[in-house]
């Protein structure tokens, strides 16, 4: 079953499959306020509502991990640095 889907500004877009859908929906291609429809409904419903939230949850929580990693490498690179000066100073 082909889907239907149009964004704010009118332009629409017909995608062969509800996988190719999902993935487009889980890549960030379809937002999640964007409408949807099957080729053959009249119906438009939110893309969220048909295929739950978007992958911006998931880029979210990719942040978090992101920003975690960096504050680890910054705390052992600033450990690194200050046993090095320590080090440099001893006679």
Do not use: I, K, N
Not at 67 to 81: E, I, K, P, Q, S
Not at 86 to 91: H, S, V
Request: charged residues 30%; without cysteine; aromatic residues 6%.
């Amino acid at each position: 079953m082909r889907y239907r889907v149009r964004d704010a500004e009118g332009r629409e877009l017909t995608v062969p499959s509800l996988g190719d859908l999902a993935a487009l929906h889980r890549q960030g291609f379809v937002g999640d306020d964007e409408l949807v429809r099957q080729e053959t409904a009249e119906r438009w419903v939110r893309a969220a509502d048909l295929l739950g939230p978007s992958a911006r949850r998931r880029h979210d929580r990719r942040w978090l991990w992101s920003a975690l990693l960096a504050a680890v490498t910054l705390t052992v690179a600033l450990a690194l640095a200050l046993a090095l000066r320590g080090a440099g100073q001893r006679p």
